[in-house]
Structure formats: structure tokens, C-alpha cells
Nanobody, 124 residues
């Protein structure tokens, strides 16, 4: 069972930056597909970014060019560098892991393991 612990959330003004971290334990990290998701109040959880076991990143258009996903296999840690933050980026950010393939959303979002979330608030 993979345990995921996020950190790094906070409150920033629009245009600011934050870096989220997600520490994984309980599994061989290099074999995991990892991803970031977010959920705003009253809205469905949505995919923010993912990275394959080979380190290939993916992003939706809404964050492409502003967010960067990365990982340090030696530290079993996933990161999300967020720049040029907008108020619409506000939400609870969740780290997710799956051993079979990239976590994804199709209506609902799917992953074997989820973290507890870290709050990001962007004010205008």
C-alpha cells in the first residue's frame, strides 16, 4: 500500500508561485506512475499533471506552460512547481499514484492511492 503525503500549499497572490511536494512510501517509487489533481469547492476533481515511470510529463491546456511536474526518485518525492498562479488555480491539490498506468480522470478520477491533499489559495 502506497502512502502519499503532500506539502507546500499556501496562500499567494495572483502571479505568484508555489512548489508542492509529495513524499511516497510503501512501494518502489520508480515503478509508480504519479500525478497531481485538484478540486475546487463545488467542482469535480480534475487532472493537473502526470509523469510516467520514464519521466515523461503531461499537462492539460489550463496549466501548460505555468506548471512543471518533476520527481526525485532517490527521495521518493514528486514535485509540482506552479508559476503565474491565477485565482482559478485555487483548490485542494492531491497527489496520486498508480502501479499500472497514469492516474486519470474520466468523469471521476482514478488512482490506486491518494494523498490527503494540500490547500492552494490564489487571491486576485
Amino acid at each position: 500500500q502506497v502512502q502519499l503525503v503532500e506539502s507546500g500549499g499556501g496562500s499567494v497572490q495572483a502571479g505568484g508561485s508555489l512548489r508542492l511536494s509529495c513524499r511516497a512510501s510503501g512501494f518502489t517509487y520508480s515503478r509508480l506512475y504519479m500525478g497531481w489533481f485538484r478540486q475546487a469547492p463545488g467542482k469535480q476533481r480534475e487532472w493537473v499533471s502526470s509523469i510516467s515511470t520514464r519521466g515523461s510529463p503531461s499537462y492539460p491546456e489550463s496549466v501548460k506552460g505555468r506548471f512543471t511536474i518533476s520527481q526525485d526518485n532517490g527521495k521518493n518525492t514528486l514535485y509540482l512547481q506552479m508559476t503565474s498562479l491565477k485565482p482559478e488555480d485555487t483548490g485542494m491539490y492531491y497527489c496520486a499514484a498508480d502501479s499500472a498506468g497514469p492516474p486519470y480522470c474520466s468523469g471521476s478520477c482514478y488512482a490506486e492511492s491518494w494523498g490527503q491533499g494540500t490547500q492552494v489559495t490564489v487571491s486576485s
